[in-house]
T-cell receptor, first 112, second 114 residues
C-alpha cells in the first residue's frame, strides 16, 4: 500500500532553535517528493521538490534531504522563527499518473 | 498576480442538502485539482482536470460528489445530499500543466454539515 508517514506528529521549539522533521514513504514507483508548509487557515505552499537523483535541496533556512534507497526524507529548519509555526506536509508522487500521496503533516509551534 | 481563489470560505449546511464549492485557478494554468482535508488527516485527492482531457475522477469518494470545469478555467465541486462525514476543508490547486509542476493551493472552503 502506498503510504507516507511523518514524525513527529507535533513539535514545540523555542525561537532560534533548529529542528528536523521526518518523512518515510512506501510509495512505488517513486517520482518526486515535496515538502509543503501550510499556515493555519491557508492552503499549502511548496517549499522544496526532490527527484530520485537529488539528495539535498535548500530553500533559505529550510533544507530537505532524500534517501531514495531507504525511502526517507527529512526537513531541517535552521534558526527557527515564530513565522515558522505551521503544519509541514510531505507529499510523494508516483511515477505514473497523477496520484499524489500526502502525509498527515507535522505541526510545528515556535515559541518565544 | 492573483493566486487561486475559492468561495465560499466557510459553508454550513444541513444534512441532506446540496452544496457547490467554487475554485478560480491562476490564469493560464491548465491543470486543476480538488482535495479534501479532514481534521487530523492528510490531504485526500478527489479529482484532476487537465486541459480538454477527460478528468481523472478516481479520488471521488461516492457518486454524490461531482465536479465541472467550464471553459478550462473556473471549477465547481458539487456535493449532493451532504452527510456529516463530508465535513472537511476542500482545497483547490492549479498548476501550469505538466504533471511535475508545482501545485498552487487556494485557501480552501471549510464545509460543516450539521
Amino acid at each position: 500500500k502506498n503510504q507516507v508517514e511523518q514524525s513527529p506528529q507535533s513539535l514545540i521549539i523555542l525561537e532560534g532553535k533548529n529542528c528536523t522533521l521526518q518523512c518515510n514513504y512506501t510509495v512505488s514507483p517513486f517520482s518526486n517528493l515535496r515538502w509543503y508548509k501550510q499556515d493555519t487557515g491557508r492552503g499549502p505552499v511548496s517549499l522544496t521538490i526532490m527527484t530520485f537523483s537529488e539528495n539535498t535541496k535548500s530553500n533559505g533556512r529550510y533544507t530537505a534531504t532524500l534517501d531514495a534507497d531507504t525511502k526517507q526524507s527529512s526537513l531541517h529548519i535552521t534558526a527557527s522563527q515564530l513565522s515558522d509555526s505551521a503544519s509541514y506536509i510531505c507529499v510523494v508522487r508516483k511515477q505514473a499518473g497523477t496520484a499524489l500521496i500526502f502525509g498527515k503533516g507535522t505541526t510545528l509551534s515556535v515559541s518565544s | 498576480g492573483a493566486g487561486v481563489s475559492q468561495s465560499p470560505s466557510n459553508k454550513v449546511t444541513e444534512k441532506g442538502k446540496d452544496v457547490e464549492l467554487r475554485c478560480d485557478p491562476i490564469s493560464g494554468h491548465t491543470a486543476l485539482y480538488w482535495y479534501r482535508q479532514s481534521l487530523g488527516q492528510g490531504l485526500e485527492f478527489l479529482i484532476y482536470f487537465q486541459g480538454n482531457s477527460a478528468p481523472d475522477k478516481s479520488g471521488l469518494p461516492s457518486d454524490r460528489f461531482s465536479a465541472e470545469r467550464t471553459g478550462g478555467s473556473v471549477s465547481t465541486l458539487t456535493i449532493q445530499r451532504t452527510q456529516q462525514e463530508d465535513s472537511a476543508v476542500y482545497l483547490c490547486a492549479s498548476s501550469p500543466g505538466l504533471a511535475e509542476d508545482t501545485q498552487y493551493f487556494g485557501p480552501g472552503t471549510r464545509l460543516t454539515v450539521l
